[in-house]
């Protein structure tokens, strides 16, 4: 999913006759051209991507995918603080590309924030579970082990 967006957003990175306004324009939150956060947008999130697959636990995988939600959040909350009240050019410059309107693609971009934190944290809950059921099997065989030396101990006192 993060690799789509990334490659989405590289995309719309492109100038045309369109959308080149817009990618001129400053972003609020960042003060550089719209175009430059396109990028470096695009390829954070394929590098995010590169390294969620790349990474085997699962945990490291959910601590990746939740502080790249973290930080959209927070870049959605600063341009708020800033009074930004229509969609950013950032948006606008990514609707203008795929052909949709600013409003769906922050319907979108709200979609895929809600499905990196649920996501993120119902693969935490599930390591969390695998973990403890895991500890509990060893806590057992361990048990089991020195239950049965005990009692190889007393048969050997008692005879």
């Not at 959308?19 to 390829?43: C, E, P, S």
């Amino acid at each position: 999913m993060s690799a789509v967006v990334g490659l989405g957003l590289l995309i719309a990175s492109g100038e045309n006759r369109h959308n080149w306004q817009m990618l001129r324009a400053y972003d609020i939150v960042m003060g550089i051209h719209t175009k430059a956060v396109v990028i470096v947008f695009g390829v954070l999130h394929i590098g995010v991507a590169v390294c969620v697959l790349s990474v085997r636990s699962a945990l490291l995988q959910m601590m990746i995918l939740l502080w790249l939600a973290s930080n959209q959040i927070m870049y959605r909350a600063a341009a708020r603080w800033m009074h930004q009240e229509h969609p950013s050019s950032l948006v606008q410059a990514a609707a203008q590309q795929v052909g949709l309107t600013p409003g769906r693609v922050l319907q979108y971009w709200n979609f895929l924030l809600v499905y990196l934190i649920l996501g993120s944290l119902a693969v935490a809950f599930i390591e969390r579970w695998r973990c403890k059921r895991q500890n509990d099997e060893i806590f057992m065989r361990d048990w089991r082990k020195r239950r049965e030396q005990n009692q190889t101990n007393s048969a050997a006192r008692s005879q």
